[in-house]
């Protein structure tokens, strides 16, 4: 097999994201296993291997207890079952912030061990340096501004941004300097819809929207939740299926069988040969 020519088909990088500011919005979901990345890579131009891992697969109740080596399991996962989507994967929290030089090493690590295209950093007062310390190092980086999930504790919850004036100021600025610092693109979560608007406008990376507006350069949800695999979705979801239902329905049914000795039947069971 190594021998022979195998056909090859180029990822998408961060150039062709930037490239699409202001053209045919940029398609995102989340993606934490192979299997799921190889569904969802034809459709999509990006998959985050978000820190949301830790409250959709681990159970537990926000990112903040997302470790590295997490993050780098979910992200060689999504490598291995996708082909042509551009691969992000989340730094998660207490990975980035100490220093740049912490930051660079953990996101060295991350993008050596798993292959991705890209790291995913959340805005703040002094992430912008961080920023651009990485890219200058050749590391290319996704802003996250708004609602930050990291910040969680912080916050007292998750809310939504921007409804004052102060706090749209801030945000405001916030995306200003997260482009101004190299960010190839920027997600915008949780917040107002003219202050997504607003920061689509005031800078020339693409915003990827998540609860914000249909008015930014393309948009991702958490794959679990827009296809029906919770009972609650957030308000900005769209469900697309209702994936929950379909497998109690199917749990349901394989225990019926199961106790009425229905299954295994004579197609699922091994019979010795003839002769």
Request: contains cysteine.
């Amino acid at each position: 097999m190594s021998a022979q020519r195998q056909e090859t088909v180029r990822r998408l990088a961060a150039p062709d994201i930037t490239g699409r500011k202001g053209k045919t919005p940029i398609v995102c979901l989340t993606a934490y296993t192979a299997p799921m990345a190889e569904l969802l890579d034809e459709a999509c131009d990006l998959l985050l291997v978000g820190d949301s891992v830790g409250m959709v697969i681990h159970g537990l109740p926000n990112t903040v207890g997302v470790t590295l080596d997490m993050m780098i399991l979910h992200g060689q996962a999504v490598m291995r079952g996708s082909r042509k989507a551009m691969v992000v994967v989340d730094m998660p929290f207490g990975s980035y912030e100490g220093s740049a030089e912490q930051a660079y090493a953990n996101a060295a690590r991350l993008m050596k061990e798993t292959g991705a295209q890209a790291v995913k950093v959340e805005s703040g007062p002094t992430v912008a340096e961080t920023i651009d310390y990485l890219v200058k190092r050749g590391v290319p980086v996704m802003g996250h501004v708004g609602l930050r999930p990291q910040a969680v504790l912080v916050d007292g919850g998750f809310r939504a941004k921007g409804r004052g004036e102060a706090e749209r100021a801030k945000i405001l600025d916030e995306a200003r300097a997260t482009a101004a610092a190299g960010a190839f693109a920027l997600v915008v979560e949780g917040v107002a819809e003219g202050l997504a608007r607003e920061i689509t406008q005031a800078v020339d990376v693409p915003t990827i929207g998540i609860g914000a507006s249909a008015g930014c350069d393309g948009q991702i949800l958490v794959t679990d939740d827009m296809l029906g695999l919770f009972d609650w979705t957030p308000k900005f979801v769209r469900r697309y299926a209702d994936l929950r239902g379909e497998i109690l329905g199917a749990v349901q049914t394989y225990a019926d069988d199961v106790q009425a000795r229905r299954f295994p039947g004579p197609a699922e069971i091994y019979f010795p040969k003839a002769g």
